[in-house]
Nanobody, 123 residues
Framework: EVELVESGGGLVQAGGSLRLSCAAS????????VGWFRQAPGKEREGVSC????????YYSDSVKGRFTISSDLAKNTVYLQMNSLKPEDTAVYYC????????????????WGQGSLVTVSS
């Protein structure tokens, strides 16, 4: 079974940048949906961005469109989330998730989850 390990979270000032990494134990030849989700205290888990590893589809939530970029390096079994122009409202625990099918970028559809990485944006 695929295991996911996130890294790259931390504390950054508003306007700054961070890059999150999601390393998978293996991505098979299936067209995985891999995504980043976030959950702030007292809020529901939100789909931030997803991609499909073989067909190259991408999705961004309106709240991050134009600021965040999702990408993959399948040679390293890794998916990245480059976060620029960070805002205090981006503060949350960010989770990487994956599924070996092409599914919507919705936490209810993805079955494999990482442990989460805290991103804090100070004003």
């Amino acid at each position: 079974e695929v295991e996911l390990v996130e890294s790259g979270g931390g504390l950054v000032q508003a306007g700054g940048s961070l890059r999150l990494s999601c390393a998978a134990s293996v991505f098979t030849t299936d067209d995985y949906t891999v995504g980043w989700f976030r959950q702030a205290p007292g809020k529901e888990r939100e789909g931030v961005s997803c991609l499909t590893t073989r067909s190259g589809h991408t999705y961004y939530s309106d709240s991050v469109k134009g600021r965040f970029t999702i990408s993959s390096d399948l040679a390293k079994n890794t998916v990245y989330l480059q976060m620029n122009s960070l805002k205090p409202e981006d503060t949350a625990v960010y989770y990487c998730a994956a599924d070996p099918r092409m599914v919507p970028c919705d936490h209810e559809y993805l079955d494999i989850w990482g442990q989460g990485s805290l991103v804090t944006v100070s004003s």
